[in-house]
T-cell receptor, first 111, second 116 residues
């Protein structure tokens, strides 16, 4: 069973639309991190959320950490073709433990 | 920011040969590095944790003798795929972290291995 359930797995939208990606778990995480990966490249860290209920904004991207630190969401406003990529949520159970990844969300933004 | 350099980016080898992949932390020391494998359209799967000066810790189901890991210095970890077979073809990625896992991880650019 997957420790981090990410949904949806695939998302194809038109430029200008909004979208939300979810990352859920039954376990508590020390933090949750969001990465974006392009084909043939390694993942790049977008944000880390540490405090339950925390909300972070990165231009058109809004990240939220659930109050119980078991889930997180990524919301993109007015998506652009450049947002296309594989979005991965990941988290360590404790501050010193290894990273567990969700299954990923493949986002395609069509012009 | 922390940079992890991974080489080569692509390699094609014949069945039965060995391939070495290098992962270097360029501007920081990494006592621990992580090696992942990724299949097309899938997420990252942790293979092993590389520890400087000691043996690597392998995940369940990963063959230690098949995937040799060496972490001889604070800035270099290597993964050697021994006696490669076509089923070993995959995207291999290394990563390291600066401090607490909560700070996030830095990933190498990955190595596309094709075994023919």
């Amino acid at each position: 069973t997957q420790l981090l359930e990410q949904s949806p797995q695939f998302l194809s939208i038109q430029e200008g639309e909004n979208l939300t990606v979810y990352c859920n778990s039954s376990s508590v995480f020390s933090s949750l991190q969001w990465y974006r990966q392009e084909p043939g490249e390694g993942p790049v860290l977008l944000v880390t959320v540490v405090t339950g209920g925390e909300v972070k904004k990165l231009k058109r991207l809004t990240f939220q950490f659930g109050d119980a630190r078991k889930d997180s969401s990524l919301h993109i406003t007015a998506a652009q073709p450049g947002d296309t990529g594989l979005y991965l949520c990941a988290g360590p159970k404790t501050s010193g433990s290894r990273l567990t990844f969700g299954e990923g969300t493949q986002l395609t933004v069509n012009p | 920011g922390a940079v992890v350099s991974q080489h080569p980016s692509r390699v094609i080898c014949k069945s039965g040969t060995s391939v070495k992949i290098e992962c270097r932390s360029l501007d920081f020391q990494a006592t621990t590095m992580f090696w992942y494998r990724q299949f097309p359209k899938q997420s990252l799967m942790l293979m092993a944790t590389s520890n400087e000066g000691s043996k690597a810790t392998y995940e369940q189901g990963v063959e230690k003798d098949k995937f040799l890991i060496n972490h001889a210095s604070l800035t270099l970890s290597t993964l050697t795929v021994t006696s490669a077979h076509p089923e070993d073809s995959s995207f291999y990625i290394c990563s390291a972290r600066l401090g607490s896992a909560n700070y996030g991880y830095t990933f190498g650019s990955g190595t596309r291995l094709t075994v023919v």
